[in-house]
């Protein structure tokens, strides 16, 4: 019942609407029509205006035909940099782009797939509980839609995200993310003239960085400094470097473990230098996520690839999304590969029959939760 053409031609016409973060203004229009035109009723909560976006998280009922409980079907809308004027190229069963920008199926794969499922259901009558379709803005800049998604507006407390590669997996599991932001001060001099007056702040971060564990720590911990800025001039001792990097471990006491790790390590370079001092600071990203193996949503999940002839093994993943905010405010969201391959490159591609793999399942999981 699933349509490729149909959900390869949404999804060429979805990419090439620009929708870099807080700019999702014209693809939110453009997906409201499309449910619209299926019956749902649409509306945006107040996300937009935290994030100081175009418009808010899209919100949309769409009525069942039974009085099962509701499911969410979840995607977010934006797309990472290089991501304007997107060229998608169409090669057989293959789509990639002309290597400019990113393709976008990440996450358009998933806003395609999401909204060729409501179209089957409603095309051919088919029972569905009631279904919230929740596409978010502001996944790619720290999950920003999804922390101020508005859940007064949800009907569902159980569902999937669409937000992730490989076809024939779930992921259940996501690490926990801190921030590190850190500035080291030292004192400046003229590097020829009085250098014994300056005390070198790339040095001092420079101990620091050379004593850290960074890295892969262990099966379930990685950390990594990523960006650092310092200096003024080649002639003058630098008085101050900016650092910011991060840790991430499925294992809360791991990542709170290796965060104080990194932090003793530039309170510990500075205390070797009188004069020296780092300022540190420490964010909460995101939250791990744990959705175990029995949960209802997954037990629907492998009766749905089961009646369709394939399996989903679960499985944990190196990133956050929207699914590990969600999870932590209360819902039981797992996320399922769409097809997207080699995302945030200019390399990326998918699979057309990979994505309709994915909406295969999806429609199965909406005829079995029908049935409650
Ligand atoms: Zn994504």
């Not at 509306?43 to 418009?55: L, S």
């Not at 279904?131 to 502001?138: N, Q, S």
């Not at 620091?208 to 990594?224: F, S, V």
Request: aromatic content about 2%; charged content about 25%; overall charge negative.
């Amino acid at each position: 019942m699933i349509r490729s053409d149909r959900l390869q031609a949404l999804f060429l016409e979805l990419v090439r609407i620009d929708s870099l973060s807080r700019r999702e203004g014209r693809i939110a229009a453009r997906l409201d029509r499309e449910l619209r035109e299926l019956g749902a009723e649409v509306a945006y909560d107040d996300a937009g205006r935290a994030v100081q976006g175009e418009v808010g998280n899209l919100i949309a009922h769409v009525p069942g035909t039974t009085a099962a409980p509701p499911l969410l079907l979840c995607a977010h809308m934006d797309t990472v940099e290089p991501g304007e004027g997107v060229q998608p190229v169409v090669d057989g069963d293959v789509i990639r782009t002309d290597g400019t920008t990113v393709l976008g199926g990440d996450d358009k794969s998933g806003v395609a797939i999401v909204c060729e499922c409501v179209r089957v259901c409603r095309e051919h009558a088919l029972p569905h509980p009631p279904i919230d379709v929740v596409f978010t803005i502001c996944e790619e800049v720290g999950l920003l839609g999804a922390k101020h998604l508005d859940l007064e507006r949800l009907r569902a407390r159980r569902g999937l995200v669409f937000d992730s590669d490989a076809v024939g997996f779930v992921f259940t599991r996501a690490p926990g993310a801190n921030s590190i932001d850190v500035v080291v001060h030292g004192r400046a001099a003229h590097a020829g003239m009085a250098p014994e007056r300056g005390l070198s702040a790339i040095r001092v971060a420079a101990e620091a960085i050379a004593a850290m564990r960074l890295g892969r720590i262990d099966d379930e911990t990685t950390a990594n400094l990523g960006i650092i800025k310092g200096g003024r001039a080649v002639n003058i001792v630098p008085e101050e470097v900016h650092i910011r990097g991060e840790a991430r471990s499925h294992d809360p006491a791991k990542l709170a473990a290796q965060t104080e790790h990194m932090q003793r390590c530039f309170e510990e370079a500075a205390a070797r230098h009188p004069g020296a001092r780092a300022e540190v600071k420490v964010a909460r990203e995101y939250e791990p996520m744990v959705v175990p193996d029995d949960a209802p949503i997954m037990r629907l999940l492998q009766a749905a690839a089961a009646q369709t002839g394939r399996s989903i093994t679960s499985a944990g993943m190196g990133g956050g999304c929207d699914a590990n905010v969600l999870n932590r405010r209360g819902l039981e969201v797992v996320n399922l590969g769409t097809g997207m391959r080699e995302i945030h490159t200019t390399k990326e591609w998918l699979r057309v029959t990979d994505m309709v793999a994915a909406a295969e399942v999806t429609l199965a999981v909406i005829q079995l939760a029908a049935a409650g």
